[in-house]
């Protein structure tokens, strides 16, 4: 009889985040890799013993990333911020019709093991930055500095 070796399971305080190819680092939480499917129903014509389900459309939420502030990634996730931003810095301006087309990035969420290695990838199309807060700082506290960002994107599947 064979052995075969134990499946390598994603430890959910383990991933990495990457857009486009900017690294964004490793990232403690990760909150709402879903997919909501709307459906509707309705009756065939003269047949009223039951109804069709029709597909509707989909619809995927913001994904919400946290960690601690560090002094590698963080800065780097503000420079991506700022060069996303940047077309829409002046008041009235508008971005090129070119940068209008190209829109958002492909950000890539990595779920790893305890060995690091790889188990699952979600690629989120056509990503943007939709907030990121800093954290709160204060002399009498001892706790880490946390920041967060929040993806809006157009989908994973």
């Not at 597909?55 to 601690?68: I, S």
């Not at 699952?120 to 907030?131: D, E, I, Q």
């Not at 946390?146 to 989908?155: K, N, P, T, V």
């Amino acid at each position: 009889m064979t052995q075969t070796a134990a499946p390598a399971l994603g430890l959910e305080m383990r991933f990495h985040v990457q857009i486009d190819g900017v690294d964004l680092g490793n990232w403690s939480s990760c909150k709402g890799l879903d997919v909501k499917v709307n459906l509707e129903t309705v009756y065939d014509p003269g047949d009223y013993s039951h109804k069709r389900i029709l597909f509707a459309d989909v619809d995927y939420g913001r994904v919400e990333l946290e960690r601690a502030v560090d002094a590698t990634s963080s800065p780097a996730v503000r420079t991506w911020l700022a060069e996303k931003l940047a077309p829409w810095s002046q008041p009235g301006a508008m971005p090129s019709q070119l940068q209008m087309v190209v829109g958002g990035g492909t950000a890539t969420i990595t779920l790893l093991d305890a060995a690091w290695t790889a188990v699952c990838s979600w690629s989120l199309r056509n990503v943007y930055p939709s907030g990121w807060t800093g954290p709160s700082l204060s002399a009498e506290s001892k706790k880490v500095a946390i920041e967060q960002l929040e993806l809006a994107h157009e989908g994973f599947l």
